[in-house]
């Protein structure tokens, strides 16, 4: 009874842990909306801290949710987090981080070229309109005003979300199901993880749709477009989770953001 309830304890402060860390990303997310939800004219007369708790409301549920389904399947499943372990009480292994810091930043920037040639190859059928037309300045003005939702939210929090709560859970069911009709292992196989992999990037890729339909129209070419590109990343991002941990995952995803803005404000400064 001692044992269990100490386990217990130790994965909910791994899991508040977790949710911590990724709160600092639902709170840029929140602050980015504000703008959008002063729009609606029902929510204008809002005070601004009113608004921030109003979006972050169903992200940090999310968040909570994700970090709970993750922290009861990923440890299970061979799948590590430093944090997570830290704050359960667990051996980090903050030397094996540092030594995938070159890996993960060389995959996050290399997931980026690739992306962009994709991405001009896609051009020719995924024709991007909006609305109105938007100046080099309000462009460059809004792309800085989103450098913390980007490092913070896509950053960290997408890989709670994404890694910890979907692809974790997904390894440790059909791991589950493997051992129920057949003989038992003690982690998933290669196979198994590889599902898992592919399965939480789609849903990665499927994930920002809504946000790309709110904008513009969505066609097929762009759905394709936009699952299938941000699938690839999801892809690197799963295997580094896998393989190294999910912080190692949360650096490359960081840094494929470092990059894109980086080169975004010279392309608007030069161009």
Request: glycine share 8%.
């Amino acid at each position: 009874m001692t044992t269990d309830g100490s386990t217990w304890r130790s994965a909910a402060c791994g899991t508040v842990a977790l949710v911590v860390l990724g709160m600092a990303g639902v709170v840029s997310l929140a602050r980015y909306s504000v703008p959008a939800l002063r729009a609606i004219p029902e929510l204008a007369i809002l005070s601004y801290p009113t608004l921030v708790v109003l979006a972050a409301a169903n992200s940090t549920v999310l968040l909570v949710v994700f970090a709970v389904l993750g922290s009861a399947t990923a440890p299970r499943t061979g799948l590590h987090s430093h944090v997570f372990a830290w704050a359960s009480g667990g051996t980090p292994g903050w030397r094996a981080f540092r030594r995938s810091l070159p890996l993960a930043v060389a995959i996050g920037a290399g997931l980026f070229v690739l992306v962009t040639v994709l991405d001009v190859a896609f051009a020719p059928f995924t024709v991007l309109t909006s609305g109105e037309a938007v100046t080099d300045a309000a462009a460059l003005e809004d792309l800085l005003a989103s450098v913390p939702m980007r490092f913070l939210y896509g950053g960290v929090t997408e890989e709670l979300l994404l890694r910890w709560g979907v692809m974790a859970p997904i390894a440790f069911v059909l791991w589950w199901g493997r051992n129920t009709v057949g003989e038992e292992t003690e982690t998933p196989s290669a196979t198994a993880m590889w599902i898992a992999i592919v399965a939480s990037a789609v849903a990665f890729g499927v994930g920002h749709l809504p946000a790309l339909a709110s904008t513009i129209g969505l066609t097929p070419a762009l759905v394709v477009r936009t699952v299938l590109l941000n699938a690839i990343v999801g892809v690197a991002l799963g295997w580094l989770f896998w393989r190294r941990s999910l912080e190692a995952a949360m650096v490359a995803h960081t840094t494929f953001h470092v990059v894109l803005v980086v080169v975004s404000v010279a392309g608007v400064l030069l161009g």
